[in-house]
């Protein structure tokens, strides 16, 4: 990353990153030139998240810090938040987008961990290795090569073909494996995998199904009790997805009849709050089953990835004004800006207020090189790139229109 001039004073941008987030984010950032940065290993007790918020520009959370109103008065200067992790629901998101502050996540770094859980599962569940491991746990020799299978030639049903379901088809193809696969959108097959004709059809027609689909209303109890019936006799199923998806007690069914001989479940409907709750479930009976704790994308490498992709849009949100693939707010992605200075202008979504911006430019006799503009409902957020030599007036009377929330000047 080359390190950028901007009109602040990179020592003076306090980054703070708490939760024990990965060394990886850290020198992304020193890596861009910023000195000030605040670790923890925890989240901070409130009275010292705080004090330490108090003159932070960005913060870096896992799950377990609240983002809440209270939290931003207290954070009078933030102006990004990363969530090192997959999920956003820990961050009150439409209070953060009113103050203008977008919010960042890794959506697809644990996208690998994932595949390679469910790639192991299979193989695992195929040759009946789970039973057998619990068989000889209480002392029993199970030595038979009845039921025991190889993956080659077997057929992968894939249900939601995204960035998990691809990867999980490719891979298997390198072990011989046909694979099918089912989604709502139109998806173009990689490698010699096809598309199944349905949801059903695929059922009918897979050895192993796996659901790697996102949290709906469609996906909701998706293998229900109906769904249960259309699976070839003797299959596998595996769920790494979400736990709405498959009916636990249909599946648990299907294990007592034989209808499934085997599967694998890392997410479940309720699960535990903390590692000190039981994990209460009706698979706890079946040996065939391998029971994870919602730990598919949960891997070192991932950890690492995941603090690298975060402080890279956090870095790039701080040196050149881009949001790409924020989670709360206008989506602008921006070339770099050369020679020229950028205002960034965040304001409440109003009519009228571009004319403004652009009012302040023309009577200060600026010229506009370039200017990208998107909204939500709530708000506006407008980025200009003008001459130097005029930047310094301009800025001070855009901050001025009624409206704005907060304005940035980047050298
Ligand atoms: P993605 O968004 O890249 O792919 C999801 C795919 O499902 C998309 O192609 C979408 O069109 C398709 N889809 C949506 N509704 C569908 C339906 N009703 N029927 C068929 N297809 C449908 O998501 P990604 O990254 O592949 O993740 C998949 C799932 O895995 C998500 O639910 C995610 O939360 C979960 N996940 C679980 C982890 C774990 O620790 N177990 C870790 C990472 C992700």
Redo the contacts with the bound molecule.
């Keep these: 990353m080359t390190i950028q001039a901007t009109s602040f004073d990179k020592s003076k941008i306090k980054v703070v990153l708490l939760e024990g987030i990965h060394p990886s984010a850290e020198k992304v950032f020193q890596n861009a030139g910023y000195s000030n940065i605040v670790t923890a290993t925890k989240s901070l007790p409130q009275d010292e998240l705080y004090s330490t918020l108090a003159d932070a520009r960005f913060l870096g959370i896992r799950s377990r810090t609240q983002v809440t109103p209270e939290l931003l008065q207290h954070a009078p200067k933030l102006a990004g938040i990363g969530c090192f992790c ?1 999920g956003t629901n820990q961050v009150d998101l439409k209070a953060t987008e009113v103050k203008g502050i977008p919010v960042f996540n890794a ?2 770094a ?2 690998r ?2 595949a390679e ?1 469910v790639l192991g599962e299979m193989i695992l569940l195929l040759r009946g290795i789970p039973g057998k491991n619990a068989a000889a746990h209480r002392g029993e020799w199970m030595k038979s090569a009845v039921n025991s299978f190889e993956t080659r030639g077997k057929i992968l049903g894939i ?8 990867q999980i088809g490719i891979l298997a193809e390198n072990l011989g494996m046909r694979v099918q696969f ?4 139109s ?1 173009l097959a990689l490698g010699n995998a096809r598309a199944a004709d349905s ?1 059903l059809q695929l059922l009918e027609t897979s050895d192993i199904v796996t ?6 209303d ?2 909701k109890n ?1 293998m229900d009790a109906t769904a249960f019936k259309h699976l070839r006799k003797g299959a596998i199923l595996i769920n ?3 736990g709405t ?1 498959v009916e636990i007690d249909s599946l648990a069914e299907a294990l007592r009849n034989g209808d499934v001989s085997g599967a694998a479940i ?2 479940f409907p309720k699960e535990p709050k903390s590692n000190q709750e039981e994990f209460v479930s009706p698979l706890r009976e079946f040996d065939n089953v391998i029971l994870t704790p ?5 891997t070192v490498e991932a950890q690492a990835n995941i603090g690298i992709e975060v402080s890279e849009k956090l870095v790039r949100y701080s040196d050149n004004g881009s949001t790409l693939s924020t989670v709360n707010f206008p989506e602008v992605a921006l070339p770099s800006h050369v020679g020229k200075h950028r205002i960034c202008h965040i304001h409440h979504n109003e009519p009228g207020i571009l004319a403004k911006i652009n009012d302040v430019f023309s009577s200060n006799n600026v010229n506009i090189s370039a200017q990208y503009l998107q909204t939500s409902d709530s708000v506006g957020y407008v980025v200009t790139d003008i001459d130097q030599a005029s930047s310094d007036k301009a800025f001070e009377a855009l901050k001025l229109i009624p409206g704005t929330i907060r304005t940035r000047i980047l050298y």
């Design positions: 997959i959506p697809f644990n996208t961990s994932v859980l249900v939601g073909y995204g960035h998990i379901g691809t089912f989604d709502i959108e998806k949801f659901f790697h689909v996102p949290e709906t469609l996906t998706m790494a997805s979400r998806v890392d997410v919602h730990v598919g994308g949960s």
